[in-house]
T-cell receptor, first 111, second 111 residues
């Protein structure tokens, strides 16, 4: 079954605005990761947050994790047209080495 | 240099045929994966493999089989192709405890 669910499924914003995407999951996790996928390309790792962390930053990216609510959010500040892509959350649970992906959010940044 | 490379990028074939997709990684990672991405962009893990262990997603038909001639390669063989096998197949590798590095995908179309 699908572990993560992203919300919204699609998001369209103007360049310069902030974009927030949410991810909910069902089981306890070791870590949660966010990936970006440009159209027709492979997925690229953006950021990893461990279960004992609450917030993490990387450049214009800010990720939060609330394990009590089993949810995470990805904030992209000052968005650019080049940020247009699909964004996926993925979780690692227990002793598994496998990532389970959510359904993705399609972000469109209009110039 | 491409870290995870998979060939072919596009594959069009008839129902009932047998086909293979090759994957190679030059990152020295111990674990490799195959994922299937459907038309709604949902990613499902098919296999994970390292030197010691093959983990198969039980929902994957036994027409699909991974073959690893060495640590740097994990090829995907598909027998008796069906229309529902049409998808984009991604190879990925990992050092085993964090992010995944994806190939660019192989788009399979079964006619």
């Amino acid at each position: 079954s699908q572990q993560g669910e992203e919300d919204p499924q699609a998001l369209s914003i103007q360049e310069g605005e902030n974009a927030t995407m949410n991810c909910s999951y069902k089981t306890s996790i070791n870590n949660l990761q966010w990936y970006r996928q440009n159209s027709g390309r492979g997925l690229v790792h953006l950021i990893l947050i461990r279960s004992n962390e609450r917030e993490k930053h990387s450049g214009r990216l800010r990720v939060t994790l609330d394990t009590s609510k089993k949810s995470s959010s990805l904030l992209i500040t000052a968005s650019r047209a080049a940020d247009t892509a699909s964004y996926f959350c993925a979780t690692v649970s227990g002793s598994a080495r496998q990532l389970t992906f959510g359904s993705g959010t399609q972000l469109t940044v209009l110039p | 240099d491409t870290a995870v490379s998979q060939t072919p990028k596009y594959l069009v074939t008839q129902m009932g045929n047998d086909k293979s997709i090759k994957c190679e990684q030059n990152l020295g990672h111990d674990t490799m994966y195959w994922y299937k991405q459907d038309s709604k962009k949902f990613l499902k893990i098919m296999f994970s493999y390292n030197n010691k262990e093959l983990i198969i997603n039980e929902t994957v038909p036994n027409r699909f089989s991974p073959k690893s001639p060495d640590k740097a390669h994990l090829n995907l063989h598909i027998n008796s192709l069906e229309l529902g096998d049409s998808a984009v197949y991604f190879c990925a590798s990992s050092p085993g405890h964090g992010e995944l590095f994806f190939g660019e995908g192989s788009r399979l179309t079964v006619l």
